[in-house]
């Protein structure tokens, strides 16, 4: 079984599912929309590794920190038991990130390919999770449009498995304060600012290892 010990090698610190895509015509923002959006889920004086008007735990941070040999530059690697996601740079550095990960057994470690990103993405709920949460989801089964409450926040990578879809991105969050917890329907949720970020660094084709959440 793959662990998160075969995989990163942090530094000492710094500072102390599915969803589906639309498919259905939605209106789509203007980059003016989406720029305003952007200053708004922004601090004001932002830096990456103070900012902190979410009262997060400082560990979740972005940080850089010393990554394994032989690890490919722009990779993702998701530590489900820290709640870290890593993106690995070429200098053998990661950018670490905090991030929450899937309640329970819909997290869904695995070997995945961003196959598509998208900046104020749409989000439409599945039939499962409609089926299985319906107070909460089956009001949004016709989607929502994009915007800072939206599911997937202000940014969204999309994770297939060879061209099929699985549902699981890894995406902002209105709901900041679940970074560190297990909180999503399967996806891995960051900090929006986190997240637009690490949208800008990361390539399409590139793989994401979700590692067990034991």
């Not at 889920?41 to 900012?51: F, V």
């Not at 920190?65 to 530059?73: F, I, S």
Request: glycine share 8%; hydrophobic share 35%.
């Amino acid at each position: 079984m793959l662990t998160r010990r075969h995989f990163i090698l942090t530094t000492s610190a710094l500072f102390s599912p599915a969803i589906a895509s639309p498919s259905f015509a939605m209106s789509w923002p203007s980059e003016a929309q989406m720029a305003a959006w952007d200053s708004e889920i922004t601090p004001a004086a932002y830096d990456p590794a103070t900012s902190n008007p979410w009262g997060l735990h400082p560990r979740f941070l972005p940080q850089r920190v010393e990554a394994n040999d032989g690890l490919t530059p722009g990779d993702i690697h998701v530590d489900a038991v820290a709640r870290y996601l890593y993106h690995i740079q070429n200098d053998g550095t990661a950018m670490r990130y905090g991030v929450a990960i899937g309640r329970g057994d819909l997290y869904e470690p695995g070997t995945y390919t961003v196959q598509r990103k998208a900046k104020w993405p749409h989000w439409t709920p599945t039939p499962e999770m409609i089926r299985r949460e319906p107070e909460t989801y089956a009001q949004y089964a016709n989607g929502m449009e994009p915007g800072p409450s939206n599911a997937l926040g202000s940014r969204a990578l999309y994770l297939y498995v060879g061209n099929r879809d699985t549902y699981l991105r890894i995406h902002g969050t209105p709901y900041p304060t679940s970074i560190g917890s297990r909180a999503s329907s399967g996806c891995v949720r960051m900090v929006m600012a986190h997240v637009n970020d690490l949208y800008s660094q990361v390539e399409t084709g590139v793989t994401a290892i979700l590692y067990p959440g034991e």
